[in-house]
């Protein structure tokens, strides 16, 4: 069965402090590995996607197959970078959302 | 490029009725794929649907439906409604480039269903 994992539910740093949103995933076969944010009252939105290496906002994500891991850093938070993000493996066209971790950037 | 809307944005509904949200996905845009989200169980994926044929499906009963029309706007439906369906029911659209893999999914603002 296909399972993503953030063990994270709530994660304070202060800023300028390094932010590290950890992510596990169980598929089967290598799915595409996505992570989206949502700020406060916006939308949902693309963040990073592994295969593209595309990011926003000074974010990357290491993928580790050995480990199945694909976590989120970011050397230097923000406060604007407080919000949700949700790690979300793709097999298929189809996304799996884990359940998400706050990030609240203290000043 | 105006971005993916949902109609209505809050609904109340009492149990056994059935409701039905529209999305209406960025132009061009030929995927639209329906998630429920719920403080207990996240982000669920309910369907997908690509020119008018849904392609993907969640685990989801039978009670949850939807469509896809010629100008890529979809709706979703649930009939009989049950208390636990109150959800904030999201919509995404995507280009859908290549088969093989995933593009963006551009989602809307949401449906809030109060269901009491």
Known sequence: ?107 | KAGVTQTPRYLIKTRGQQVTLSCSPISGHRSVSWYQQTPGQGLQFLFEYFSETQRNKGNFPGRFSGRQFSNSRSEMNVSTLELGDSALYLCASSLDRALSSTDTQYFGPGTRLTVL
């Open chain 1, 1 to 107: 069965a296909q399972r993503v994992t953030q063990p994270e539910k709530l994660l304070s740093v202060f800023k300028g402090a390094p932010v590290e949103l950890k992510c596990n995933y169980s598929y089967s076969g290598s799915p595409e590995l996505f992570w989206y944010v949502q700020y406060s009252r916006q939308r949902l939105q693309l963040l990073l996607r592994h295969i593209s290496r595309e990011s926003i906002k000074g974010f990357t994500a290491d993928l580790n197959k050995g480990e199945t891991s694909f976590h989120l850093k970011k050397p230097f938070a923000q406060e604007e970078d407080s919000a949700m993000y949700y790690c979300a493996p793709s097999s298929a066209r189809q996304l799996t959302f884990g359940s998400g971790t706050q990030l609240t950037v203290l000043p």
